[in-house]
């Protein structure tokens, strides 16, 4: 519990026969006794939220002779709950300390989770600064969706401008981008669980082959890319899954979910969590299966975790966490235009595998000093393995069409054509230590924050000829198939450093600044061998050589970055922030060999700048919004050209400027036109993203002007949701129009073209979603069908796995949940 001090006197106002009294209170800092204004008093049992005024009063009529709990919100003080039970009218003074925001985490879950399913970050949580950033926060407590298949589009509904593709495996791999950044396993942003990297390699190789189910989450932390300064220095920004804690109540809490859903979906999740003394855990297991809705789909995984903690004192605690995923899936391969539009159904790849084995290693401490300042130690590592065999056309031929390409069968269970393996083997570890300091200048009050992050990694990649059967068998066949062109074998160390800074200057009660500074050194490698083989016009090989290839990119640099905000009045707040980002080449962009193009020896690393400006804030509990303009520009933007030689090539391809508008508004209609105690509940919500995009400059001929690719112009979702007490339901509407997957703004190609499939546009879509919920004791029942409208559509045009092609989304589809609490 947050220490407060309340020093109070009571005047007698006279006997009254009515059931409430009048409760008068003022607001002052603790330190210098100045009045506090602008502060939120959120009655509990009312939910009634008042603001003190400019001398720190506020009036509130609560009930009397019975326990009232107040909680008092201030941007720059610590947040303080009261229990006050009163027979009489009262006249209460309260004394707030200044903590820069350092709230409760019951606090700030609470203030999170009262009217509104969204909300963002405040400026100071525990060792983090997010002063003047744009960030938003998904609260999973008020979310009504397919939780158990992790539906992408409606959890990450409420988060404005991002653009996902849809893998069809239950939430398995999460992929999204936003403001023209590619949204393949989620690579542009820096992916946490709980504060710690999850990617294969956060510098070498940022996928994300992971993601965290929903239905262990309380959170969902989005920062843009001002977030470059403390998180990495993406282009993306950060993206932080905040797993539960243990329950506080109670040694053993036991929660199981089952659901069943279309194309033979099942789910498990079960849960355990408790609190004994100093001691606390939350684990679970998380069981899925499914067929797919197209043949050659059929999945399984097996995921745990498991967080143990052990709190010291009220100020100190040091955390273990443990994380598991395995899972196999069949891969359906993808589609021409064609072949799309004859019956998205169809696949022509039955012997296509992909497998994660992801393990997460963490070690957390966190301790605070004296109510000033906070320090944080994270501790973490990776042992995992990504494994993907499969036929995606004979890489020997590139005249044919990879994807319209059949794999031709001996006769028996196996095929003339080996299939194409790649295995790649992550190993690595980090450290991150943070210090964050509130201090006052003249009696102004400021925040510090210094961090320092140290990366290793040893990685590894093989890739060869796998076996020419149809079994999810990872084995190298090298000896059956010796001439294989794409083989190579690399070792990758990377390693990085990293330092960084930030400072709130508040300037005044309602201006702050907040320079901010990182260096960042980086060196990757790669060291190992290829072979290459050339074959004469019937096939065949006349020429086979192993090469070495042995490279170091080192460089060292600093990122600058500056926030500001203004908060004129309560509930509004104008920001504006500007970052430096940086996007190092990774060792897929370097060795990795694919059929649908080639990778310019040249290639190097993305440089460029975020910048937003907009406003945002609640009025009272009734209305949530935030209004933004953005730019982005794009330096050395890596994509795929034609070359003179009609050959696709990965390389850079010159400057980009991305810009737009991104709108956010949630309106609770009954705190707005009725009663805030009733039993009903209405809101809707508008995300919209007005997005613009050009090439400035570049040495490709038929580039400059042309729009960027992966940015749809619109993007816009629509939400509902009603209910009466325990049931819920939601409605969402989701439009995306059209966008191109190449700088060249291709059109699709003519049928037969060797990159039909594979470039052209993704043509406008849109989608309704419906889920309901109710909740009877400690029961849960939840339903509903995604994609209610039946649409025929695609996310995605794949240039490698599970590819190439387009990947068709999944119709219709229903799925039915049970929940219950022990």
Known sequence: MIRFTVYSFLVFCGFSLSAQVKLEGQVFSAIDS????????????????VITNTTGAFKLFVDAKSTQDLVFFSYQYQSTKVQLNLSQDSSLKFYLHPLGEELDEVLIQQKRSEAFRGSRLNEVEGTA????????????????ANLAANNARQVFAQVVGLNIYENNDAGLQLNIGGRGLDPNRSSNFNVRQNGYDISADVLGYPESYYTPTAEALDEIQVVRGAASLQYGTQFGGFLNFK???????????????????????????????????????YSFFNYKEGQGWRPNSQFSS?????????????????AAEYTLLNYLAKQAGGLTDSQFERDPLYSNRSRNWFQVNWQLYALKFKHRFANTADFSVNLFALNAQRYAVGFRGNPNNLNANPISQL????????????RDLIKGRFANAGAEIRYLQRYAIRNTKSVFLIGSKYYHAQNSALQGPGSN??????????????DYASQSEFEFPNRNFSLFSENIFYLSPKFSLTPGMRFEYIKTASAGTYQLVNFDNAGNPIFRDTLSDNRDF?????????????????????YANFSQNYRSVTFSDIRTVNPTFIIDPDISDETGFTADIGTRGKIKEKISFDLSLFSLLYNNRIGIILNNRAQRVRKNIGNALIYGAETFLEVNWLNTFGKSDSPYQLSSFVNAAFTSSRYLASEDN??????????????????????????????????????????????????????????????AYQILDFSLSYQYQRYTLEAGCNNLANEIYFTRRATGYPGPGIIPSDPRSFYLSLGVKF
């Open 129 to 144: 600064v997010y002063a003047g950033k744009k960030s938003e926060v998904i609260v999973l407590e008020n979310t009504v």
């Open 407 to 418: 794999d031709e069968q001996n006769g028996d269970d196996t095929y003339l054509n080996p």
């Open 702 to 763: 038929n580039v400059v002007g042309k729009r960027v690719e992966f940015i749809p112009q619109t993007n816009l979702k629509l939400g509902l949701k009603g209910g009466y007490k325990k049931l819920v339901a939601s409605l969402q509407y989701t439009y995306i129009s059209e966008q191109f997957t190449d700088v060249e703004n291709s059109a699709v190609p003519m049928a037969g073209d060797l990159r039909e499939g594979i470039i052209g546009l993704i043509p």
């Open 469 to 482: 059967a149809s079994d999810a068998n990872f084995s190298l066949a090298q000896s059956e198939f010796p």
């Open 34 to 49: 100045n009045a506090l204004a602008a502060v939120e008093v959120f009655h509990v049992q009312s939910e009634n939220l």
């Open 302 to 318: 097996r995921n745990v975790y498991a967080h143990l903690e052990y709190n010291f004192t009220s100020e100190t605690q040091l």
């Open 554 to 574: 080192e460089r060292a640099f600093v990122l600058a970055g500056l926030g500001a905000s203004f908060k004129p009045k309560t509930g509004l707040e104008l």
């Open 243 to 281: 797993m539960k804690g243990p329950a506080k109540d109670t040694s053993l809490a036991i929660v199981q979910r089952n659901t069943l859903g279309s194309f033979g979906l099942f789910t498990n999740f079960t849960s355990l969590s408790g609190t004994k003394g100093k001691w606390g855990y």
